[in-house]
Nanobody
Framework: VQLQACGGGSVQAGGSLRVSCVAS????????MAWFRQAPGKEREFVAV???????RYADSVRGRFVISRDNAKNTVYLQMNSLNAADTAVYYC??????????????????WGQGTLVTVSS
């Protein structure tokens, strides 16, 4: 199984960006998929998670601004990020929990991780 994240870049505060993560191998449609991020000098934190049936959940810091979605036909999960601010600057990682049912967004549940894509928000 491989997860390939892409779509990061630089954007001004208030702008939008969409990052994507394509999975290869395994049974994507049964996986819980999530996005985590790690800012410079900080620990990795949860951003958003989507269950196999499309239910999304968000960290308080991004709720109402970010939207997670998935396209099972394309083995892809997306994170649409709106109203970005400097605090959103981080490397964004996609992750997959292949257990086959939703069991929460604890990072220890996720057995596959992408390589990360950098998002930089300038004020």
């Amino acid at each position: 199984v491989q997860l390939q994240a892409c779509g990061g870049g630089s954007v001004q505060a208030g702008g939008s960006l969409r990052v994507s993560c394509v999975a290869s191998g395994g049974n994507f449609r049964s996986w819980t998929m999530a996005w985590f991020r790690q800012a410079p000098g900080k620990e990795r934190e949860f951003v958003a998670v989507i269950s196999w049936n499309g239910d999304g959940r968000y960290a308080d810091s991004v709720r109402g601004r970010f939207v997670i979605s998935r396209d099972n036909a394309k083995n892809t999960v997306y994170l649409q990020m709106n109203s970005l601010n400097a605090a959103d600057t981080a490397v964004y990682y996609c992750a997959a929990d292949s257990v086959g049912y939703y069991r929460g967004a604890d990072s220890r549940n996720f057995d596959y991780w992408g390589q990360g894509t950098l998002v930089t928000v300038s004020s």
